[in-house]
């Protein structure tokens, strides 16, 4: 069974930056791709961004690009997401997941196997 273990979040004010990390069981074919949803209250749940390990560079959604930056540690098994210039709209509960499907396959919640815990991260105006 794969598991992910995500760390970081918080309260923090418009503009400041936040970090969130993600450690998984396993580096496999079963989670080669890794990606961040977010939910907000009252809302579905949305892809921000993901990476592959072996493969291209991290993707985001337009709403995130230039803040935002996905990284990977291949000796530890983490993937990172690093959020700058935050504002009250990106309030939400981030998660983590993975999949064995190439990253360009995965925009929606079901096309994912494994999640994070999730982490609240809230922007104050």
């Known amino acids: 069974q794969v598991r992910l273990v995500q760390t970081g979040g918080g309260l923090v004010q418009a503009g400041a930056s936040v970090t969130l990390s993600c450690a998984v069981s396993?580096?496999?074919?079963?989670?080669?791709?890794m990606a961040w949803f977010r939910q907000a209250p009252g809302k579905e749940r949305e892809i921000v961004g993901g990476?592959?390990?072996?493969?291209?560079?991290?993707a985001y959604i337009d709403s995130v690009k230039g803040r935002f930056t996905i990284s990977k540690d291949t000796a530890k098994n983490t993937v990172s997401l690093q959020m700058n210039g935050l504002r009250p709209e990106d309030t939400a509960v981030y998660y983590c997941?993975?999949?064995?499907?190439?990253?360009?396959?995965?925009?929606?919640?079901?096309?994912?196997?494994?999640w994070g815990q999730g982490a609240q991260v809230t922007v104050s105006s």
């Open positions: 396993e580096r496999t074919f079963s989670t080669r791709s």
């Open positions: 990476i592959m390990w072996t493969e291209g560079e991290a």
């Open positions: 997941a993975t999949s064995a499907r190439h990253l360009r396959a995965i925009h929606r919640p079901e096309d994912v196997d494994f």
